[in-house]
């Protein structure tokens, strides 16, 4: 296989019809771009046409051909939202014509910023005319990106400027930035075919990362899981494509439909939308309105989607007029922020103008003319990396750092230090394995707060919650399972929640009792006090309140709540956990002593019932501080407790 060069950039022609763009590349190149009968037979460019291009250094390039007739526009702008650099070609018989004027003005605004005016056909005019095409040009792009182009004259037929064209072209390299070769792998789909014995073959620019034989990837929006089989740049066989490089990809486990528009990359990294955040601006000599929920055709990458037109401040937009928007798709298309899209009318067919892409997921329609909408998607465009990065966390906490470069268009490095920063500066905050920011951090804290009073309100006698209802009003919140566990847990170290167990509650929190309730509780109290170690049963308990049972078993719950009783066995037998303590001390004497004891030996020192003695002591065995073997048990430790009182509140 054959290694590229990593120096890769895509140049692109543009222009008018039958201007000889495609004979240009020829003559460049070597290769026919024409490849169908119709192309060949009508002596148009319909479709796509890619070359390889190699400079007189030995440079390789990328060379995109696209068709320049008004009916072609849509595949003209498939082609062209890869080029790094464009070739603008102007017959010198004919000058500036209606598709140059359409192709420079998508070119602008698909954020193209270098090229070269190539006057072809130079051989068929005399001197005095070339050079007034020459002048008619400059005219024409002197509010362009091309106002301080190269203006090169060609033949394509005998060759003449062509090496000179080459030069010009390898002097501009250095000053084009190169698309990003870290992150996740990102390649719209241009062309989609099959191949005896190799299957589905997808061809396109790749706009950013890599990608390597047996590499799985994603085809979005349908999302279908595929695998790399065999790549190719410009039909040689590589083991890694990267951002750049003009590939063709077999893939492998194809089973969905594929086509032009969609986008193979990296699992997980894409999500398709249907509602976007833009600003759009009109073409400057554009004679027809852009008006609110207008119906248009909306070109970004190489997909073409149909959609609405939402403007936020604005009822119609004039000729060179900006506005901020959104775009209500009729199906889904994968876009990224800092995308460039062209927007066409929806019939008849023209160019309208174009934008940038500010938010591919806003979270909802917004309301028009509301001042803080626009405000705050000016704050986004405008951003530094570092506000950027803020908007983002804000509204997903937990993105990764490569997810947020992938997602904003940003250097990992860049992100990097951006997260270091805000890190530093408290911004944000460690939440197990997550970075967070401290306001969401704190409504997390709020959401738990709220949700365990919400079921303190309902039951109110309760102190301790099961802990899965704060995991759950997390992740409710935003976080994944992970994060929102170790959230918790965080809660707790801070002092935001305590801990039982599996059980939490507020710091502080006590069961809110009427006055009949405390009138009750404080009997029940004396009842048991008056015989620790050889308490009432719950029935006795309950005749000293006659009609009252519900009351009598709700407070002896809530006195247990509040570690004052403990619960024994599944009859419900409550004993003072200060009589516990007691018999407690007892095993451990007696454990101290001998090195073991018995239930006879407990019942003998304490004074209690066998029945009370046994229930004790299983209860120590379950809560792990004895251990029995046989008829003797082990003393293994005291399990400490802190009770609190009970809120006495008189309804």
């Known amino acids: ?3 590229m060069r990593d120096d890769f950039v895509i140049v692109g022609t543009a222009g008018h019809i039958d201007h000889g763009k495609t004979a240009l590349v020829r003559a460049l190149t070597g290769v026919e771009t024409d490849r169908t009968k119709e192309e060949k037979d009508r002596g148009i460019s319909i479709d796509i046409g890619f070359a390889p291009f190699v400079l007189p250094d030995g440079q390789r390039l990328g060379l995109v051909d696209v068709p320049g007739h008004e009916r072609f526009i849509r595949n003209m702008l498939a082609g062209a939202g890869g080029v790094d650099l464009v070739l603008l070609v102007v017959d010198a018989r ?30 068929l005019v005399d001197a005095e005319w070339l050079d007034l095409v020459r002048e008619e040009v400059l005219a024409e792009v002197v509010d362009s990106f091309l106002r301080d182009a190269p203006i090169v004259p060609v033949s394509s037929v005998t060759g003449a400027g062509i090496e000179e064209l ?5 002097k501009m390299l250095p000053a084009i930035e190169r698309k990003p070769r870290e992150g996740a792998f990102r390649m719209p789909i241009d062309r989609v075919f099959s191949v005896t014995g190799f299957g589905t073959v997808v061809t396109g620019t790749v706009w950013r990362g890599h990608v390597g034989l047996g590499d799985a990837l994603v085809i979005t929006p349908s999302e279908e899981p595929v695998r790399v089989r065999l790549l190719q740049v410009h039909g040689e066989p590589v083991g890694e494509a990267q951002a750049g490089q003009r590939v063709a990809i077999a893939l492998t486990s194809v089973r969905g439909t594929v086509r032009r528009g969609m986008t193979l990359g990296a699992a997980g990294a894409f999500q398709p939308t249907r509602l976007l955040d833009v600003r759009l601006t009109l073409l400057r000599d554009s004679d027809t309105l852009l008006s609110h929920r207008q119906r248009v055709r909306v070109h970004a990458g190489t997909a073409e989607v149909l959609g609405r037109v939402l403007l936020l401040d604005e009822t119609d937009l004039h000729g060179g007029e900006s506005a901020y928007a959104q775009l209500l798709l009729e199906s889904e298309m994968v876009v990224l922020p800092r995308d460039h899209l062209v927007v066409r009318s929806y019939s008849p067919v023209h160019t309208l103008g174009g934008g940038i892409v500010i938010d591919p997921h806003p979270s909802r329609l917004h309301r028009r003319h509301r001042a803080e909408i626009v405000l705050h998607l000016r704050r986004k465009e405008e951003g530094t990396p570092q506000e950027r990065v803020q908007d983002a966390l804000v509204k997903e906490p937990l993105l990764s750092l490569d997810a947020l470069a992938t997602q ?3 250097e990992p490095a860049t992100v990097g230090d951006v997260l270091q920063t805000l890190f530093d ?4 905050v460690q939440v197990g394995p997550a970075r967070v920011p ?5 409504q997390w804290q709020r959401d738990v707060q709220i949700a365990l009073q919400s079921l303190y309100d309902k039951n109110r006698f309760d102190v301790w919650l099961s802990r899965s209802v704060a995991v759950q009003a997390v992740r409710m919140a935003g976080a994944t399972g992970a994060v929102a566990e170790r959230a918790v847990a965080e809660m707790v170290r801070q002092g935001a929640l305590e801990e039982h167990g599996e059980r939490i509650r507020l710091p502080g929190h006590k069961p809110l009792l009427n006055a009949v309730e405390i009138r009750i509780r404080d009997d029940l109290q004396e009842a048991l006090a008056a015989s620790p170690l050889d308490p009432p049963a719950r029935a006795e308990l309950e005749s000293r309140h006659p009609g009252r049972d519900r009351i009598v078993r709700n407070v002896l719950h809530a006195l247990a709540e ?8 599944p009859d419900e037998q409550y004993i003072l956990v200060s009589a516990l303590e007691q018999v407690e001390a007892v095993c451990a004497r007696l454990d101290q002593a001998q090195g073991s004891f018995s239930v006879a030996q407990v019942r003998d020192q304490t004074g209690m019932s066998r029945k009370w003695t046994v229930l004790v002591l299983e209860h120590f065995d379950r809560q792990k501080k004895t251990r029995r073997t046989g008829d003797s048990r082990e003393f293994l430790g005291v399990a400490g407790r802190n009770p609190s009182p009970i809120e006495e509140v008189v309804s």
């Open 1 to 3: 296989m054959t290694e």
């Open 94 to 123: 004919e000058g500036v014509m209606p598709q140059t004027r359409e192709h420079l003005a998508i070119l602008e605004l698909l954020g193209v910023t270098h090229g070269v005016v190539v006057l072809t056909k130079m051989d």
């Open 166 to 170: 080459k030069t010009v072209i390898a």
């Open 408 to 410: 904003l268009e940003l």
């Open 425 to 428: 500066g408290g911004w944000l």
């Open 438 to 442: 401290v306001s969401v951090w704190q």
């Open 562 to 569: 509040e570690g004052i009783l403990e619960s024994l066995g």
